[in-house]
């Protein structure tokens, strides 16, 4: 697919025979002829579905980056939609036609799932969960609490049978998506093992090329994923201490100490510079945790971003 170079310097890209954009709350997404997708990962941050107010240096990067590393080491699982990585937050893949829910994989009692324990129910998602359960401790083994995938507002809780009976996966779809999920969670958490980590729980989505089913979107990052650290946990079960963990759940923590949850009527704390500075840091953190390498930071203009990617579509 030839392109001819063109730059326009501006934040937002035009790219010849430019189909649509969209904006994303972290990623801006050019859709290209061919069905083909450029996906920019911002440094903007969300949180509570409610993109934070100021930019997080280098978390584009660190989300683009981790995703490519862990698309490459799960492909044998299951196809997925990159094609390359030709910047550092930059990812060009294949348009799949998505399912509208998320495949939210739990191997511990955590975040959301914590919480609606805390308050007494027993069932999320139409999972069952054991009573006597401490928060952060293993479920007997990883679950599936799906979410739909809202456009707008939240996304909401939703079982495997309200999936199927609302038409968003059919009962042969959910079989391979099911199986597609909990392979790739394995297989993170090997990953994580390796570098002294724990995947506490992440999501996956997917969506279809004809009759093929493909992973999409990023994986196993610090926006999609909660990772403890694996040195001390059971003893800090034992005692009941805090676990240490590498999530943007700190982020989440913050607002919520802050007052606030992206409810009606409720505004973001101020950010301020030393704060933004700490969740880079924290992020870097995860980066160099997960991959087991030290992170390079780099820094493209638009018009050297702009001028790579036309290399790469270029190649395809």
């Known amino acids: ?75 044998d699982i299951c196809p997925n939609w990159l094609l390359s990585s030709p910047a550092p937050n930059v990812s060009i893949g294949k348009k799949c036609e998505p399912f509208k829910i998320e495949m939210v994989v739990r191997g511990n009692l955590t975040g959301h799932a914590w919480r609606t324990y805390a308050s007494g129910a027993r069932v999320l998602c139409g999972v069952i969960m ?12 990883p679950v599936i609490t799906p979410s739909t995938k809202a456009s707008e ?6 079982s495997k049978e309200e ?13 391979v ?14 990953i994580a093992a390796e570098q002294g980590l724990i995947l506490v729980d992440t999501k996956y989505e997917f969506g279809k090329i004809g009759d093929t089913i493909y992973l999409m979107d990023e994986i196993h990052t610090p926006d999609s994923s909660r990772y403890f650290y694996a040195d001390g946990f059971e003893e ?25 949850m992206g409810k009606e009527g409720q505004t ?33 203009s638009d018009e050297a971003t702009y001028s790579n990617i036309i290399n790469a579509l270029n190649k395809l």
């Open 177 to 190: 998506l099911e199986k597609y999920a909990l392979q790739l969670f394995e297989r993170g958490k090997q």
């Open 1 to 75: 697919m030839k392109i001819a170079v063109l730059f326009l310097k501006m934040q937002i890209f035009n790219f010849p025979n430019q189909l649509n954009f969209y904006k994303g709350k972290v990623r801006d997404v050019y859709y290209l002829p061919n069905d083909i997708l450029v996906m920019v990962a911002s440094n903007r941050i969300s949180a509570f579905d409610v993109i934070l107010p100021k930019p997080i240096p280098f978390k584009g990067q660190v989300l683009n980056q981790i995703a490519a590393y862990m698309l490459n080491a799960t492909k």
């Open 268 to 300: 973001v704390p101020e950010m301020s510079e030393t704060w933004i500075d700490t969740i880079s840091k924290r992020y870097i953190e995860l980066y160099e945790k997960v991959i087991g390498e030290k992170f390079v930071p780099q820094e493209l």
């Open 236 to 260: 800090r079960q034992t005692k009941g201490e805090r676990q240490q963990q590498l999530s943007k759940e700190f982020v989440r923590e913050w607002l919520i100490a802050n007052n606030f």
């Open 130 to 141: 054991p009573d006597d359960l401490r928060e952060n401790d293993y479920f007997p083994t």
């Open 153 to 158: 507002g939240h996304d909401e809780d939703i």
């Open 163 to 175: 999936i199927i009976k609302q038409g968003l996966a059919t009962a042969e779809e959910w079989t």
